[in-house]
């Protein structure tokens, strides 16, 4: 079946940037997505990536996306204490989401 | 208000009792589902539905059942409830042809 992987944790310094990585079976995903859930709280759709582009750039986040690889990874420049969470990375496979198991970023002063 | 809600947002039960978690979504989204949370499995698709009298089994439908009561409501049911079934409980929507879901704030359930 389709299978999305990611590490479980991260830990970076406050300003430092944190680099979130994900690899996917599905090469033809049209969308790749990355989620974020704060405590105790649901799943927040940071961003998303169209199959034919390689980087989108949103303000601190930058996406990057190797289809040759199978690899999407999220970039946050200046990580703040918000930013502590845990990011999903997920793709569409067929017309459901898969999601990786999630990457708890924390974010040490 | 939230687009998506669901109730209760945590319940404690025993062995054996049966549950409803329901979701109501003011969105107007054909497309309904529900994830289950485990701590480093990510989320788990349980069932989906793409209109109200469509209904499809996902990766780990044993041991519960859904409901499509109308288009904005969803619910799931765990028959008799086991101790596995403890986890983080998430109803989303999206739009036909849309590129993302939205997610509820989810239902922590814990089986005793």
């Known amino acids: 079946g389709e299978d999305v992987e990611q590490s479980l944790f991260l830990s970076v310094r406050e300003g430092d940037s944190s680099v979130i990585n994900c690899t996917y079976t599905?090469?033809?995903?049209?969308?790749l997505y990355w989620y974020k859930q704060e405590p105790g709280a649901g799943l927040q759709l940071l961003t998303y990536?169209?199959?034919?582009?390689d980087m989108k750039q949103d303000q601190r986040l930058t996406v990057l996306l190797n289809k040759k690889d199978k690899h999407l990874s999220l970039r946050i420049a200046d990580t703040q204490t918000g930013d502590s969470a845990i990011y999903f990375c997920?793709?569409?496979?067929?017309?459901?989401?898969?999601f990786g198991p999630g990457t708890r970023l924390s974010v040490l002063p | 208000d939230a687009d998506v809600t669901q109730t209760p947002r945590n319940r404690i039960t025993k062995t054996g009792k049966r549950i409803m978690l329901e979701c109501s979504q003011t969105?107007?989204?054909?497309?309904m589902y529900w994830y289950r949370q485990d701590p480093g499995l990510g989320l788990r698709l349980i069932y989906y539905?793409?209109?109200?009298?469509?209904?499809n089994k996902g990766e780990i439908s044993d041991g519960y059942s859904v409901s499509r009561q109308a288009q904005a409501k969803f619910s799931l049911s765990l028959e008799s409830a086991i101790p596995n079934q403890t986890a983080l409980y998430f109803c989303?929507?999206?739009?036909?042809?849309?590129?993302?879901?939205?997610f509820g704030p989810g239902t922590r359930l814990l089986v005793l």
């Open positions: 989303a929507t999206s739009d036909q042809g849309a590129e993302t879901q939205y």
């Open positions: 599905d090469s033809s995903s049209t969308y």
């Open positions: 990536i169209f199959s034919n582009m």
């Open positions: 997920a793709e569409i496979y067929g017309q459901n989401f898969v």
């Open positions: 969105k107007g989204h054909d497309r």
């Open positions: 539905s793409f209109d109200v009298k469509d209904i």
